[in-house]
C-alpha cells in the first residue's frame, strides 16, 4: 500500500495569517514539517496541500509537491479530503502544518497502526505534562476506552468526576498527526458541514463520531509544539535550536 503525507497550509489564517511561511530561525515553517515528514515517508510521498500561490512556490523550490485546493475548506481535514482527490494512495497521513518539531518516528508509527486497523480511523496522543494545565482550551484531551478507542474529545478536562478521590492521575491530549482512507476523507467532506460537537468543541475529528467511524488513539511521543499565534514562535524556535544543538 502507499502511503502519503498531506500537510494543509493555509495562507489565510484568522489567527495568524501567513502562518505557514513564518520563518523559524531563518527556514518557513512548512519546510520544517515537510523535511521531516519526509524522513518518515520519503520526499516523493509528501504533500502540500495550499490555497495559496505562495505556499505552493516555497514548497516547490525546495523540492515538495504542492496540490492547490479552494479557499473554502472548512477545516483540514476537509482541505486534506480535496488534496486527495487529486493523489494516488491508500493511506492519507494528516501531519499539522504548525508543528515543526513533530517526530517522523510518530508518523511512522500511526502509519502502520492504519495499516494494521484499515477500517479505523487513526490519531495520535500523548500525556498532558505536569508543566501544561488540563483546563486549558488550547489542549484538546482525550478520552478513551480501554482499547484505546476515542470516546470523546474535549476542550474542558475530562474525564470528569464527583469524588476528589476519584480524579484521574493523568490526561490525554491530542497529537495532531491522523491516518485515513481516501473513502473516509470523501465520507467526511460529504458530511457537508461541520457536526454540532465539532461547532461546537471547535474539533473537527469528532465529525467522524457522526459517521460511526471507530477511532483508534496511539500513543506518540510527548515534548511537540505548535505555533497557533506569533508569541508561540520564541517558545518553538528555542526548541529547534536545542533539538539541533545550535
Not at 14 to 39: F, H, N, Q, T
Request: proline letters at 6%.
Amino acid at each position: 500500500m502507499r502511503t502519503v503525507v498531506i500537510i494543509p497550509a493555509r495562507f489565510a489564517s484568522s489567527r495568524y495569517p501567513g502562518k505557514p511561511l513564518v520563518p523559524l530561525l531563518g527556514k518557513p515553517m512548512i519546510l520544517w514539517v515537510a523535511e521531516l515528514s519526509a524522513k518518515a515517508v520519503g520526499l516523493e510521498n509528501v504533500y502540500i496541500a495550499t490555497e495559496d500561490n505562495r505556499i505552493a512556490e516555497v514548497v516547490a523550490a525546495a523540492g515538495f509537491q504542492a496540490v492547490m485546493t479552494s479557499g473554502r475548506a472548512l477545516t483540514g481535514t476537509d482541505r486534506l479530503a480535496e488534496a486527495a482527490e487529486q493523489i494516488e494512495a491508500d493511506i492519507f497521513i494528516n501531519v499539522q502544518g504548525d508543528e515543526p518539531l513533530v517526530n517522523p518516528s510518530d508518523i511512522i508509527r500511526v502509519g502502520e497502526a492504519k495499516a494494521a486497523n484499515i477500517d479505523a480511523v487513526v490519531n495520535g496522543y500523548s500525556w498532558v505534562s505536569d508543566q501544561e494545565n488540563p483546563g486549558n482550551v488550547n489542549i484538546p484531551k482525550v478520552i478513551t476506552n480501554e482499547a484505546d478507542e476515542l470516546v470523546y474529545m474535549s476542550r474542558v478536562a475530562l474525564p470528569g468526576y464527583k469524588d476528589p478521590d476519584n480524579a484521574p492521575a493523568r490526561y490525554k491530549k491530542q497529537v495532531c498527526i491522523y491516518a485515513f482512507t481516501g473513502d473516509e476523507l470523501n465520507a467526511f467532506r460529504k458530511f457537508g458541514r461541520k457536526s454540532e460537537l465539532e461547532h461546537c468543541e471547535d474539533i473537527e475529528i469528532l465529525r467522524f463520531l457522526e459517521l460511526g467511524k471507530r477511532i483508534l488513539m496511539i500513543e506518540t511521543q510527548p515534548g511537540s509544539l505548535a505555533v497557533d499565534v506569533p508569541e508561540d514562535v520564541a517558545g518553538v524556535e528555542l526548541a529547534l535550536k536545542r533539538k539541533h544543538g545550535l
